[in-house]
């Protein structure tokens, strides 16, 4: 099936009485971390030089990433006529590097380099989820539902080639669990918080705390159980976890408790 594009989008059902401000602030940011993923890819080529294969795959997964980036930063500006995307994302790349020219994996072996994107797109399949579930403008709907099934559909990528790659590795049961538990905790890493500071900031010097505060307060707000549920499951499956079970029921109850605190309690510090 053909992949869709901008025109796939009714743009003429846009309702600006229907925009969400917090939900703008957090697209905006979103829009950032999107149209950055040629960086990725360069990255991901560093690392996998001799598998073209994956490369084709990396290269596609990029265009796909851009194009999320795209939409969404042109959704911001219907949302927001002054909101300058391009100069923006001007300033997020100015601020945020990542480390392009490495040539071995950053996370130890090629297989914790696959479970780490693996993570990755389980998070972002889960907040396009939550946010297409929060959302009330139909616009922003269709594209965060658009968004959501690539996001899914890139983490089967990455998982069939983990699977081959761990076979060859065969990395432990236990460095599989401490990617998933890292990659979760960079998920407070200064990307997000300098996407939204580069996003909704008015002038002010960076502070990475009250940026990563004001990101989470927000976005941390548009999800639900269900959507928790299945985004521990499949990071449970990246790291060769049982994601059925009462194990997974409990994880699943503990991460949602936790994020619902965090958003609680930063909501209140944001606000004061």
């Known amino acids: ?79 927001d006529p002054d909101f300058d995307f391009a100069g923006r994302f001007s300033a997020f790349r100015d601020g ?33 989820s939550a946010l297409r579930d929060a959302a009330e403008e139909p616009v922003l709907k269709a594209i965060c539902g658009h968004i959501a099934d690539d996001e899914f559909r890139h983490y089967k990528l990455f998982y069939s080639y983990l699977a081959r790659y761990q076979e060859a590795e065969r990395p432990s049961r236990w460095a599989k669990v401490k990617v998933v538990l890292n990659r979760i905790a960079e998920s407070d890493d200064d990307e997000l918080s300098y996407a939204y500071y580069a996003a909704n900031g008015k002038g002010e010097a960076y502070d990475r705390q009250s940026n990563a505060d004001a990101y989470v307060a927000r976005a941390y707000g548009f999800y639900n159980p269900a959507v928790v549920k299945r985004g ?41």
Not at 109 to 117: I, T
Not at 255 to 271: G, H, K, S, T, Y
């Open 1 to 79: 099936m053909a992949h869709w594009s901008p025109e796939d989008i009714p743009w003429e059902s846009f309702d600006p009485a229907l925009v969400d401000p917090d939900i703008l602030k957090v697209v905006k940011a979103a829009a950032m971390v999107e149209k950055n993923a040629a960086d990725y890819a360069a990255y991901l080529r560093n690392v996998f030089p001799d598998d073209p294969a994956f490369q084709k795959a990396a290269g596609r997964w990029a265009e796909e990433e851009v194009q999320h980036g795209e939409v969404l930063g042109r959704w911001a500006g219907l949302a």
């Open 96 to 128: 945020y590097k990542i480390p392009v020219d490495s040539t071995v994996s950053v996370r130890g072996s090629r297989s914790c380099e696959l479970v780490a994107r693996c993570v990755v797109e389980v998070g972002t399949s889960s907040y396009y």
């Open 232 to 272: 521990i499951a499949m990071s449970m499956d990246a790291a060769g976890l049982p994601s059925g079970g009462i194990p997974a029921r409990m994880l699943s109850a503990l991460a949602w408790n936790i994020m619902d605190w965090r958003r609680r309690r930063l909501a209140q510090a944001v606000a004061a």
